[in-house]
T-cell receptor, first 111, second 113 residues
């Protein structure tokens, strides 16, 4: 099946710093989503981005489907950005109705 | 809208016991799914449904049953709980299959002794 790798696994920042999280996937996809899991366990969808670039406030994401990767940018980080960021994909063929998650990047933003 | 709701929030079972984790959504979503999350892992798909009366297996279906008699509800049944099923379980839904934004419930923390 499709493989999803996220890097780095852990990231520690000072408040105000910028960061880039990466998601590599092993096959073509028709769906890619980024999620944030806060320290209380709640999962929130950040972006639905199978291709192209989107921005929402301090967060933006870019997916280059032909090169099989996606990037999540966090600018001017805040302590509330702490948590785990997951990338999830659906393969274009064979199992396109299933969402496969990476293992996540754990982000800690210190004041 | 309440969104996606899950009950119970926390449950302790003994090995061999059965139970049902409840999931409901009030957004008229066609697609619903169950995931389990274990320490250091991402979420792994257990079962999913693309509409009432239609279910299919995900990545880790063994030991779990599902049914979808209505659009709103998608219960997950553990037939004979095992310690390996200790995990946090999340239910999710989206308007049409996985092509749309997934909305997650708050999770059910299950401990099997």
């Amino acid at each position: 099946g499709i493989q999803v790798e996220q890097s780095p696994p852990d990231l520690i920042l000072q408040e105000g710093a910028n960061s880039t999280l990466r998601c590599n996937f092993s096959d073509s996809v028709n769906n890619l989503q980024w999620f944030h899991q806060n320290p209380w366990g709640q999962l929130i969808n950040l972006f639905y981005i199978p291709s192209g670039t989107k921005q929402n406030g301090r967060l933006s994401a870019t997916t280059v489907a032909t090169e099989r990767y996606s990037l999540l940018y966090i600018s001017s980080s805040q302590t509330t950005d702490s948590g785990v960021y997951f990338c999830a994909v659906s393969p274009s063929q064979g199992g396109s109705e299933k969402l496969v998650f990476g293992k996540g990047t754990k982000l800690t933003v210190n004041p | 809208n309440a969104g996606v709701t899950q009950t119970p929030k926390f449950q302790v079972l003994k090995t061999g016991q059965s139970m049902t984790l409840q999931c409901a959504q009030d957004m008229n979503h066609e697609y619903m799914s169950w995931y389990r999350q274990d320490p250091g892992m991402g979420l792994r798909l257990i079962h999913y449904s693309v509409g009432a009366g239609i279910t299919d297996q995900g990545e880790v279906p063994n030991g779990y049953n599902v049914s979808r008699s209505t659009t709103e509800d998608f219960p997950l049944r553990l037939l004979s709980a095992a310690p390996s099923q200790t995990s946090v379980y999340f239910c999710a839904s989206s308007y049409t299959r996985t092509r749309e934004t997934q909305y997650f419930g708050p999770g059910t923390r299950l401990l099997v002794l």
